[in-house]
């Protein structure tokens, strides 16, 4: 089944790993801030599943394309998860600030919603190993 590089096997391991982590915001966000709504919930699910999507489509570029440099899966997928998620805080910056004051307290170390950043990076990284493994990487993925 993962035998050959696939672009679309990328793209689906992406989506599939996102898609898992973001039912696990769904479901236990209800337990986290029991104030937040639907919407937060639902957009969570959607989010992660299209933070694998454009991870496993990034997997086409081995090299940055203006600097001429290696462009490892190891260091490219954390920096997409975490830009992902930097923007996604600035979209629920509310949101996420109350949840994570309910978890580590107002003045916690781990209060700011930014440390979503991170977490952003990890589950990066998980993605894009993943879709490294079973679906290849660089111009292969593409039939070139």
Not at 8 to 29: D, Q, S
Not at 48 to 70: D, E, N, Q, R, S
Request: charged letters at 10%.
């Amino acid at each position: 089944m993962f035998g050959n590089p696939s672009l679309m096997t990328r793209i689906a391991i992406g989506k599939g790993i996102g898609f898992l982590v973001g039912l696990v915001g769904f479901f236990l966000l209800p337990q986290l801030l029991p104030e937040a709504g639907s919407l937060i919930r639902w957009g969570i699910l959607f989010w992660y599943t299209t933070v694998g999507a454009i991870i496993g489509v990034f997997g086409v570029f081995t090299y940055h394309p203006i600097l001429k440099l290696p462009f490892p899966w190891w260091f490219r997928a954390p920096i997409l998860g975490a830009w992902m998620n930097f923007v996604l805080v600035f979209f629920a910056y509310d949101v996420m600030g109350a949840m994570m004051e309910r978890l580590f307290g107002a003045d916690g170390v781990l209060s700011s919603p930014f440390w979503f950043t991170a977490e952003g990076a990890i589950v990066g990284f998980i993605i894009g190993y993943f879709a490294t493994r079973f679906g290849g990487e660089g111009s292969e993925v593409v039939g070139k």
